[in-house]
């Protein structure tokens, strides 16, 4: 058989059609199935304003506490609704960078709040309070997710200068899929962890 014949064939067959695994130059969403390989676990968070949900600058480069105790300067200021973090208060929400593997290949795409949600079944402050008590809880989610199988729809990013796909639904698609937060929970407790 000769494979120029058996290429074309493959394109003029109406019933085989290609996997489109990127937008389109309509910037319309896809959706497709996938599995995740691996999870970003060293940076799942950013804040931001809880007021107008702007971003906020890190408190420190070592740590994601914005409402600490220490020093007034250290606490980072609202410049878009002019609230000092401290009186207003701020929050986290989830930014995940992940890889995932369609049909075809192995695509790094980025996964915020919303979406994040579905997996980790709780809002990033309550993960991040729960990773302060269980040191190892953001590479053990990396691990409970890594394999699973999603149906996802990515859409080009909305800012011109980002790098990666966005995602903006996820859908589990194992029956019996529980959400990171409640796995870990009972992984800790077999541990004889709280």
């Known amino acids: 058989m000769n494979p120029e014949s058996s290429n074309n064939n493959s394109q003029t067959n109406p019933r085989k059609r290609p996997l489109v695994e990127e937008p389109n130059n309509d910037k319309q969403p896809i959706t497709l199935n996938s599995m995740v390989v691996?999870?970003?676990h060293n940076n799942l968070f950013y804040t931001v304003c809880s007021i107008c949900e702007k971003t906020l600058p890190d408190p420190s480069p070592n740590t994601h506490i914005p409402n600490s105790s220490s020093s007034s300067s250290s606490i980072p200021f609202c410049k878009n609704c002019n609230f000092n973090s401290a009186s207003s208060g701020s929050k986290r929400l989830f930014r995940v960078l992940m890889s995932i593997a369609t049909e075809k290949r192995v695509v790094?795409?980025?996964m915020f709040d919303?979406?994040?949600?579905?997996?980790f079944g709780c809002s990033a402050d309550e993960f991040f309070d729960f990773a302060k008590t269980h040191p190892f809880a953001a590479a053990s989610a990396g691990n409970a997710l890594e394999g699973e199988m999603l149906k996802i729809t990515l859409s080009q990013p909305k800012?011109?200068?980002?790098?990666?796909?966005r995602?903006?639904?996820v859908l589990p698609l194992r029956t019996g899929f529980?959400?990171?937060i409640e796995t870990l929970r009972e992984l800790y407790r077999a541990r004889g962890g709280s």
């Open 167 to 169: 995602v903006v639904s």
């Open 38 to 40: 691996a999870i970003d």
């Open 178 to 180: 529980r959400p990171v």
């Open 108 to 110: 790094v795409v980025i």
């Open 159 to 165: 800012n011109g200068n980002a790098r990666h796909l």
């Open 114 to 119: 919303r979406a994040a949600r579905v997996l």
